[in-house]
Each structure stands twice: as structure tokens, then as C-alpha cells.
């Protein structure tokens, strides 16, 4: 058995095509619907996104990001023995194969297992819970645990609700089994009640896709929902870490919303120069946006070992969860 798990890399990778608010407001224009800077800023606190060009696949993204986070954990890649990916836009339809199985091709891994997690803006810390527990069952040493996504596919270009907020991107991590306390606490959730205000309600039916195959969201749902949950979650994983939110280093939220990460590190009481935010240049990229938030933070300096971070999110099904760890 392995006492504890601890991050020995992070890494992110945002396809090069970066879309400004203006840009995406001259091409809405073009189609008759109306946007504005100032709205997509005061609304959501994004300025810019990336999108990931045609034929670009979130296994391409992932890749990318997962050899940044095992080059910074010194391992050769023959020792990740556990690849686990998060995603809502895999790269086959019905996620078939798993995205995870084709990035251990093209990183030519060929050790252990690799899956999907499909939990949507909370994937990635759904993974790095199951992730934590498969180190602490003894049963893997380094999971390399990634969240990647294309959401420029599945968004609808004439739905401004939901167009507007929605970025390309991947992050990964590479979780190690240690002597040293690295997570510790995770508390996942979801309540299938809310499944229909935040979902791709299209189906697959005789070969083809039936009903919408684009993002469908009742945003001021999602948002009451969403400030309400995160903080009880974030004091659940405190709780049990035996911590309180002043022992807190950095708050690495899901980046989804200005206004909701403000909301939770109030509630919390941490000033707002402890949360990290990218979603101003990233948009909302689903369950990568928490590793990339990680990994910039990490790479600016910011985030320093042996600091105390607090992670969550809260996305489709309705799902959310809390991850807080030493670094
Ligand atoms: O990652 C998963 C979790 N997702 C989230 O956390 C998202 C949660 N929700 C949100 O972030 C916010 O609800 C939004 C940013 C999506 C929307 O902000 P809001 O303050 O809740 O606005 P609203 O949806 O209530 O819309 C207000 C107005 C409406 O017009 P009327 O009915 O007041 O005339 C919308 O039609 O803003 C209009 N609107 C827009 N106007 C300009 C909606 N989208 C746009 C747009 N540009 N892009």
C-alpha cells in the first residue's frame, strides 16, 4: 500500500488560434445575432478563447499537455502505468475508442490501463480522485490524468447563450505514489435531477445523430446552482483534510465564470489575489480548465511546493466535487 499520492508534474497546451471577444463578436454580427465585448466580459470575465483548427482532435490537445507534465516530472514515459482522461468531446463518437487509449498510442506508451471519465466540467477532478485512490490501493505508481477538450465542436454559432463562453484547451498532471502527503481530500457528488439544464441532449440513432449534438444550457440555472454547491464541497474536502480555508494557499477553480469564483472564494473569505484565473484568456474548457489553471500558475511561479491548493468544479449531470492538495 502506498501511503499518499502527490503531483510530480502539470502541464497545459491551448491550440495557437486565440479568439478575441471582438472577433467573435464581427463573425456573430455576420449571421445577424447580436454580442458585445462588454457583455461577454461583464457577464462570464472572458476576454478571449482558443479554438482548436478543423480536423484537430482533443487527443492532439491532450498529448501536448501530458508530455509538459511528465518532462516536469522527470519520469520516462514507460513508467506511467495509469493513463485516465476527462473529456466531453472525445475524439469518436460515444467516445469509442477511449480518447485515453488513443493518446497512450500516440505518446507510445504501452504499460497498464488507460480510460475516459466522462463527468464534464468536473472531470478532471473526478479523475484525480479515482486516480488518488488507485495509488493509495496500491494498485498504480504514476497516473498520468489529463483534461482535454475541443467545445468549439459542440457549440451552437447562433445559441449567443452559450457561443460566447466556451474555449478550447488541455491540462494534465502526473500523480505519483509518495512518502509525502500530496492529496489530501477529495469529495466528489451528482444528482442526475438536473441533468437538463446543462447537457448535449442529441442521441445516436440507426448511424446517425438525432436531435442537437450542440452544448444546451439554461446559464442562470447552472449559475444558482453552481455558487450554491461549490462552496458546501469546498468545506466538505477541507473537513476532511483536517484543514480550514485559511490554511489555503491558492483556490484553482473551474473556470467557468468570473462572478462564480468570486462568489465561492467570498464565501470562503480568501482574498481574491489567491484564486488563480484564466478564464479570462481561456474561456470556460470544460474539465481541462482547471489543469491548465494549475499548470499556469505553477509555471508563473505562483503556485509554489509545498503549498496548499483548493480545487473544484461543477458541470453536466449535474456533477461537482473538491480536491485539496499539498504541491
Ligand atoms: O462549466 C459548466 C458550468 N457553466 C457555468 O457555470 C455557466 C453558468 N452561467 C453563467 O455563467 C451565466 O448564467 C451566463 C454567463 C451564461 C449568462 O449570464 P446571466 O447574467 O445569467 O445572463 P442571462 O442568461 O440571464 O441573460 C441576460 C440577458 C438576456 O436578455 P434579456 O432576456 O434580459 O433581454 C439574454 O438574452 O442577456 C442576453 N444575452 C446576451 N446578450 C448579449 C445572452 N447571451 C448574450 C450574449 N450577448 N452573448
Not at 497498464?112 to 477532478?125: E, N, R, W
Not at 457561443?163 to 509525502?180: H, K, P, R, T, Y
Not at 480548465?289 to 461543477?314: F, H, N, W, Y
Request: hydrophobic share 45%; proline share 4%; aromatic share 6%.
Amino acid at each position: 500500500m502506498n501511503m499518499y499520492s502527490k503531483i510530480s508534474g502539470t502541464g497545459s497546451y491551448l491550440p495557437p488560434k486565440r479568439v478575441t471577444n471582438q472577433d467573435l463578436t464581427l463573425q456573430l454580427a455576420a449571421q445577424g445575432i447580436e454580442t458585445s465585448d462588454e457583455w461577454i466580459l461583464s457577464r462570464s470575465g472572458i476576454a478571449a478563447r482558443h479554438f482548436a483548427e478543423p480536423g484537430v482532435c482533443s487527443s492532439d490537445l491532450a498529448v501536448q499537455a501530458a508530455e509538459r507534465a511528465i518532462a516536469m516530472s522527470g519520469l520516462d514515459k514507460s513508467q506511467i502505468d495509469l493513463i485516465i482522461l476527462a473529456t466531453s468531446t472525445p475524439d469518436h463518437l460515444g467516445g469509442f475508442p477511449s480518447t485515453a487509449c488513443i493518446v497512450q498510442r500516440k505518446l507510445g506508451i504501452k504499460n497498464g490501463a488507460a480510460f475516459d471519465v466522462q463527468a464534464v466540467c468536473s472531470g478532471f477532478v473526478y479523475a484525480v480522485s479515482i486516480a488518488d485512490a488507485m495509488i493509495k490501493a496500491g494498485a498504480n505508481k504514476h497516473v498520468l490524468i489529463i483534461g482535454a477538450e475541443v467545445f468549439s465542436r459542440i457549440l451552437d454559432f447562433k445559441d449567443r447563450g452559450t457561443c460566447v463562453l466556451f474555449g478550447d484547451g488541455a491540462g494534465a498532471i502526473v500523480l505519483s505514489a509518495s512518502e509525502e502527503p500530496g492529496i489530501l481530500a477529495a469529495k466528489l457528488h451528482a444528482d442526475g435531477n438536473y441533468s437538463h439544464i446543462l447537457s448535449v441532449p442529441g442521441n445516436l440513432a440507426c448511424g446517425a445523430v438525432e436531435g442537437s449534438a450542440f452544448i444546451s444550457m439554461d446559464g442562470p440555472a447552472v449559475f444558482k446552482l453552481a455558487v450554491s454547491l461549490l462552496e458546501k464541497v469546498a468545506q466538505e474536502a477541507l473537513e476532511a483534510a483536517g484543514m480550514v480555508s485559511s490554511d489555503l494557499d491558492w483556490l484553482v477553480p473551474h473556470q467557468a465564470n468570473i462572478r462564480i469564483m468570486q462568489s465561492t472564494a467570498k464565501k470562503l473569505g480568501m482574498p481574491p489575489d489567491k484564486v488563480v484565473v484564466t478564464v479570462d484568456q481561456h474561456g470556460n474548457t470544460s474539465a481541462a480548465s482547471i489543469p491548465l489553471a494549475l499548470d499556469c500558475a505553477v509555471r508563473d511561479g505562483r503556485i509554489k511546493s509545498g503549498q496548499t491548493v483548493l480545487m473544484e468544479g461543477v458541470g453536466g449531470g449535474f456533477t461537482w466535487g473538491a480536491v485539496v492538495a499539498r504541491m
